[in-house]
C-alpha cells in the first residue's frame, strides 16, 4: 500500500479513532486502526470488539491499493507533530513508513488480515432519521443512563422506533429522561432496542454536514449506523428495559411553572453549601414564592428566593441538584414545568410537548 493525505484530515481521522480502539489491548491488533486503500478511495477502521467505526478519509492520493494495521496512538502523536501539509504512507517490510518533506517514520506493523471483520451496512433496511433531532434526542436522554457496572439494562439508550414517531428513554432508576419526535418510518414497524452510550456518542461525533441524514440498520444482537463519512457499528446492551411507562406520573395535583435560567441559577447556588453526606437541596413552594435551601453542619446553609405564579398548598421536597442541573444544562427552552404532589412522590418535569424528566425525591431524614 501506498497513499498521500491531507495532514489534517488523516490526523482528524486517527483521533476519531482513539475513543474506540483498545487503551489495554486483549490483543496487539485491537491497539491498531487498519488502512484501506481501495477502488480509489480511503478508509480506516478500528474497534474494541464491542464499537466498530469506519471512517472515509476525503482527499487522499491512492498510489498503490492494500491494507496496512498501524498502531493508533502513536501514528496520530507523528501526525500531531508533522508540519507539512500532506504525508505519505506506505507498507515495506512489515513496517509501516511515514514520510514527510524532513522526517520519516518506520513503525512495526501487526498482519492486516487479522483486523476484525466490521459490519457492513445494509441499504435495504436502512431507517433514516433527521440529524438535528437524533442529536438533540441522544443529548437529552444519555445523560440519565446508568453509569455502574450493574443494573447492564440500563446502561445504554433505549431506542424505541414506532410507525410514526421515535423515542428514546434512559433510566439510572431514581431519574428517568423520555424525549420523542414525530416520524414516518419505513415498513411501519416497531422495534426497541438498548444502545450503549458510547456508541452514540460516536454516531455523533462523527456528523459533519448540518443537514444529513441518520441512517440505521437494526439486528438482533447490533445496530449500525450511517452518517456522510463515517459507518459506526455497535452490540447492543442485553436485557429487558423496566416498563417506563409506568414510572411517568400521572396523577400530580400541583404544577408551576419556572424560568429555567433563574431556576438553573437557583439550584447551583444553592448546590454550593451541600456536602458529601448531605447532597440535597430542597425546594419550598409557598403562595407566589420558591425558596431553594440547603444546609449541612460542615459547609453552612443557603437560601436562594424566586418569584413565581404558585397557588397551591405549601410543599417542600428534597432532590440530588446534580440531577436538576443536569437535566437543565442540556435545555434551551425558556420556560420549565414542574409538577408534583407531595414530599415523598417523584417530581416530573417537561421541556415542551416532547420531552420530559422525572426525578425521584431524596429523603432528608
Known amino acids: ?13 486517527f483521533q476519531l479513532a482513539g475513543s474506540v480502539v483498545q487503551q489495554r489491548p486483549t490483543r496487539p491488533i485491537l491497539a491498531d486502526v487498519l488502512l484501506r486503500a481501495e477502488g480509489g478511495h480511503l478508509d480506516l477502521g478500528a474497534t474494541d470488539l464491542e464499537i466498530g467505526l469506519r471512517l472515509d478519509v476525503q482527499g ?27 504525508v505519505e504512507i506506505r507498507s515495506e517490510d512489515g513496517h509501516c513508513v511515514i514520510t514527510a518533506s524532513d522526517s520519516e517514520f518506520r513503525l512495526p506493523t501487526e498482519v492486516a488480515e487479522e ?11 436502512a431507517y433514516d432519521f433527521d440529524r438535528k433531532d437524533f442529536v ?3 443529548t437529552k436522554t444519555s445523560f440519565a443512563a446508568h453509569k455502574g457496572k450493574h443494573r447492564y439494562a440500563l446502561n445504554g439508550v433505549l431506542i424505541a422506533i414506532r410507525p410514526s414517531k421515535l423515542e428514546m428513554v434512559a433510566t439510572d432508576g431514581r431519574r428517568l429522561a423520555h424525549i420523542e419526535k414525530k416520524c414516518r418510518n419505513r415498513g411501519a414497524t416497531d422495534e426497541s432496542v438498548i444502545v450503549p452510550t458510547k456508541a452514540l456518542d460516536e454516531i455523533i461525533k462523527s456528523l459533519v454536514d448540518e443537514d444529513e441524514k441518520i441512517r440505521l440498520n437494526v439486528g438482533e444482537n447490533q445496530l ?10 455497535t452490540r447492543l446492551v442485553e ?15 400541583k404544577k408551576v411553572d419556572l424560568h429555567r435560567e433563574k431556576f438553573h441559577s437557583a439550584v447551583r447556588r444553592a448546590a454550593l453549601l451541600t456536602s458529601q453526606d448531605s447532597s440535597s437541596i430542597t425546594l419550598s413552594f409557598g403562595k407566589d414564592k420558591l425558596q431553594v435551601r440547603s444546609s449541612a453542619p460542615e459547609t453552612g446553609e443557603a437560601r436562594v428566593e424566586l418569584p ?6 405549601e410543599v417542600e421536597i428534597s432532590f440530588n441538584p446534580e440531577f436538576l442541573t443536569e437535566f437543565l ?7 420549565v414545568r414542574m409538577e408534583f404532589r407531595d414530599s415523598s412522590s417523584a417530581g416530573l418535569l417537561r421541556a415542551g410537548k416532547e420531552f420530559l424528566y422525572v426525578v425521584m425525591p431524596v429523603s432528608r431524614e
Open 329 to 335: 444544562r442540556v435545555l434551551e427552552d425558556e420556560t
Open 239 to 253: 436485557g429487558h428495559f423496566p416498563p417506563y411507562e409506568s414510572v411517568i406520573p400521572k396523577d400530580h395535583d
Open 308 to 313: 413565581i405564579e404558585y397557588s397551591g398548598g
Open 136 to 138: 438533540e434526542m441522544v
Open 224 to 233: 449500525v449506523a450511517k452518517t456522510l463519512r463515517a459507518t459506526i457499528s
Open 115 to 125: 483486523f476484525p471483520e466490521l459490519p457492513a451496512f445494509e441499504e435495504e433496511k
Open 1 to 13: 500500500m501506498k497513499i498521500k493525505c491531507q495532514t489534517a484530515q488523516l490526523h482528524t481521522a
Open 60 to 86: 487522499a492520493e491512492i498510489i498503490e491499493e492494500g491494507c496496512l494495521a498501524v498502531p493508533q496512538a502513536r501514528v496520530a502523536s507523528i501526525l500531531r507533530e508533522t508540519t507539512d501539509e500532506t
